[in-house]
């Protein structure tokens, strides 16, 4: 059973920056990719970036890219997740997901493993 723990959200100025970080109890043989989630009150989930492991492939969703910036360690068991220019439209609850290496995917459905999640909470 493979465990992630999402650390590092808070309560933030608009324009401002978090570094949320997720750590993963096991190696990448288990885990090929590991994807960021968010979930406001009364929404859906939706895709924020994700990372495949070994290659180092990403994926970010339109409404982030050129702000947020998903990396990982040398040791693939920890990835983090650069967010510049929040929005206060971008608070809510951020998810750490992981699954297999059959590539990168933007569905919460195609994910086996979840964290609790971090809130983060953007302010005007």
């Known amino acids: 059973q493979v465990q992630l723990v999402e650390s590092g959200g808070g309560l933030v100025q608009a324009g401002g920056s978090l570094r949320l970080s997720c750590a993963a109890s096991?190696?990448?043989?288990?885990?090929?990719?590991i994807a960021w989630f968010r979930q406001a009150p009364g929404k859906e989930r939706e895709f924020v970036a994700a990372?495949?492991?070994?290659?180092?492939?990403?994926a970010y969703a339109d409404s982030v890219q050129g702000r947020f910036t998903i990396s990982r360690d040398n040791t693939k068991s920890t990835t983090f997740l650069q967010m510049n220019s929040l929005k206060p439209e971008e608070t809510a609850v951020y998810y750490c997901?992981?699954?297999?290496?059959?590539?990168?995917?933007?569905?919460?459905?195609?994910?086996?493993?979840w964290g609790r999640g971090t809130q983060v909470t953007v302010s005007y």
């Open positions: 096991k190696r990448t043989y288990t885990i090929g990719t």
């Open positions: 997901a992981a699954k297999g290496p059959t590539g990168v995917a933007t569905v919460h459905l195609a994910y086996e493993y």
């Open positions: 990372i495949a492991l070994n290659r180092g492939t990403t």
